[in-house]
T-cell receptor
Framework: AQTVTQSQPEMSVQEAETVTLSCTYDTSESDYYLFWYKQPPSRQMILVIRQEAYKQQNATENRFSVNFQKAAKSFSLKISDSQLGDAAMYFCAYRSSMYSGGGADGLTFGKGTHLIIQP | GAVVSQHPSWVICKSGTSVKIECRSLDFQATTMFWYRQFPKQSLMLMATSNEGSKATYEQGVEKDKFLINHASLTLSTLTVTSAHPEDSSFYIC??????????????FGNGTRLTVT
C-alpha cells in the first residue's frame, strides 16, 4: 500500500512571499500520479496541480509549481506571491496508474498542511 | 467543467436511524465514484470505490453492512449509513472520474455532507 506524508501540520507566510509545502510518499510502483489539493473552510476540494511520475519536467500552474524528485519520492509545492485567498488546508495525494494493475484506484491523501497567510 | 453534486449538505439524525447521501455527476458519466470520510482537522480517508452496475469495493476496516453503497446509474451513487451512531458523525465526501478519461485526470469532488448523529 502507498503512504503519503506531510510533515508540516501548519505553515505561515507573509502575503506576497513564497512558501514551500513538503510531501513525501512511499510506493513500489514506477508509474503513478501525484496531486496537490486545496481545501478552504468551505471544505470543497480544489485541484491545485498534478504531476505524472513518468514526466521529468516539473508541473507549473501560474503561481503554483512543484519540485518532483522521483528517486527521493518527494513532491513539494511552491506557492509564489502568496495571496490571502491561498489560506487553506493543502493535501498531497497519490494515485496509482492503471498500468500498475490496481484498477480504478482512489486517491491516498497525506494528513495535510494548514497554510496561514499573514497580511 | 465537470460538476459533482452531493446532497444533502448537512444532516442531523437520531441514533439508530439510517441516512442516505447522494452523489451525482451533473454533466458527465462516471463509471467509478469514490466515497471518503473526513474527521475534523484530519485527512480524507477512502472508504469505498463504487462501480456502476457492480458491487462496491470497501477499504480495510470499513463495514460494508453499515455503509451501503449503490451505484445504479452512470450519474448517481448513494451511500447509506445504516443504524447510525454518534461515532459515525463525520464529513463524507464523494468524488468521481469521467468515464473513459485517463488516470491522470483529477477526481471531481462533491461539496461534502456533514453528518451529525445525536
Amino acid at each position: 500500500a502507498q503512504t503519503v506524508t506531510q510533515s508540516q501540520p501548519e505553515m505561515s507566510v507573509q502575503e506576497a512571499e513564497t512558501v514551500t509545502l513538503s510531501c513525501t510518499y512511499d510506493t513500489s510502483e514506477s508509474d503513478y500520479y501525484l496531486f496537490w489539493y486545496k481545501q478552504p473552510p468551505s471544505r470543497q476540494m480544489i485541484l491545485v496541480i498534478r504531476q505524472e511520475a513518468y514526466k521529468q519536467q516539473n508541473a507549473t500552474e501560474n503561481r503554483f509549481s512543484v519540485n518532483f524528485q522521483k528517486a527521493a519520492k518527494s513532491f513539494s509545492l511552491k506557492i509564489s506571491d502568496s495571496q490571502l485567498g491561498d489560506a487553506a488546508m493543502y493535501f498531497c495525494a497519490y494515485r496509482s496508474s492503471m498500468y500498475s494493475g490496481g484498477g480504478a484506484d482512489g486517491l491516498t491523501f497525506g494528513k495535510g498542511t494548514h497554510l496561514i497567510i499573514q497580511p | 467543467g465537470a460538476v459533482v453534486s452531493q446532497h444533502p449538505s448537512w444532516v442531523i439524525c437520531k441514533s439508530g436511524t439510517s441516512v442516505k447521501i447522494e452523489c451525482r455527476s451533473l454533466d458527465f458519466q462516471a463509471t467509478t465514484m469514490f466515497w471518503y470520510r473526513q474527521f475534523p482537522k484530519q485527512s480524507l480517508m477512502l472508504m469505498a470505490t463504487s462501480n456502476e452496475g457492480s458491487k462496491a469495493t470497501y477499504e480495510q476496516g470499513v463495514e460494508k453492512d453499515k455503509f451501503l453503497i449503490n451505484h445504479a446509474s452512470l450519474t448517481l451513487s448513494t451511500l447509506t449509513v445504516t443504524s447510525a451512531h454518534p461515532e459515525d458523525s463525520s464529513f463524507y465526501i464523494c468524488s468521481a472520474t469521467e468515464a473513459g478519461v485517463t488516470y491522470n485526470s483529477p477526481l471531481h469532488f462533491g461539496n461534502g455532507t456533514r453528518l451529525t448523529v445525536t
